[in-house]
DNA sequence: GATATATTTGCAAATTTGTCGCAATTATAT
DNA sequence: ATATAATTGCGACAAATTTGCAAATATATC
């Protein structure tokens, strides 16, 4: 059960696992990368924004989420250590984003890249920008 | 010069390169990556701050900038077109940033993995956290 | 170079986003 | 069940971003 890894991250810093934060954490999962506006309309009249502020730095500093370049404005998803490590596409012409799967071989390139430069790499985030399979067909 | 394309670039959407774009262009030019409220303390008593965000938003939209989450926010530099493709390492002990090379194969199979799944890929951005050389050699 | 036209800017106000202090509530430990 | 420490909600703030609009500036034409 995922709630349990979150139990354990949290006590392993004593904090507890609150209604709030598995409120938020349930808001994550299995849910595309959301902005913080998303986030704080999904939970309306369940959580305070300033608590899902705090909470998503919380999350953030405990390796549990992470933010994302996609757009204008940011957007939080779980961490690899909860979903699959990933990458994403982000489409110019629909605004689409979709998952890419690690490659075993392009993320063993990437922490070669970092070490030849005498630096320890310990996570990474990739985006691709382009056109979509369905827009790369139709004239824009 | 770089004035020249960033010309041509404004032209060929009908827009006219102006004073205050050309100051914002010069301000990304030769520099690390800055966030808006350095651009703008930066401009300060030459382009208000809502032109600022305005052109920003345009020079990403024409591709000539694009911005990088570096940390809690984000931070905007010159695209590919103006300085060489590069990537970012950036340390979780002292948060400096340092800029990585492009390497030809990892280029390459960045590109390879989008197109896999059908997309074509125009560009994308890719960042490195850890620890720096300095910092892995000293205790936290 | 002067004039007409369309674009762009600065300014000030409005909105949105993110932060903070603190009393009340909720979670762990005993 | 009680004690103790962590956490939340609720304003009130503060900072960041957006917007309308009149004035200023750039390009095209004469
Ligand atoms: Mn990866
Ligand atoms: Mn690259
Ligand atoms: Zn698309
Ligand atoms: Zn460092």
Known sequence: MHHDSLHALLVKEKLSLTRPRRIIFDLLLHKDPQSMQVLISRAANKVDRATIYRTIELFERLGIVHRLNIGWKYKIELSDLFVGHHH????????????????????????????????SPRSHQLEIHGLCGQCAGQPA
């Open 88 to 119: 994403h596409f982000h489409c110019n012409q629909c605004g689409a984003t979709h998952t890419l799967q690690a490659n075993p071989m392009l993320e063993t390139m990437i922490d070669t890249v970092a070490a030849k430069e005498n630096f």
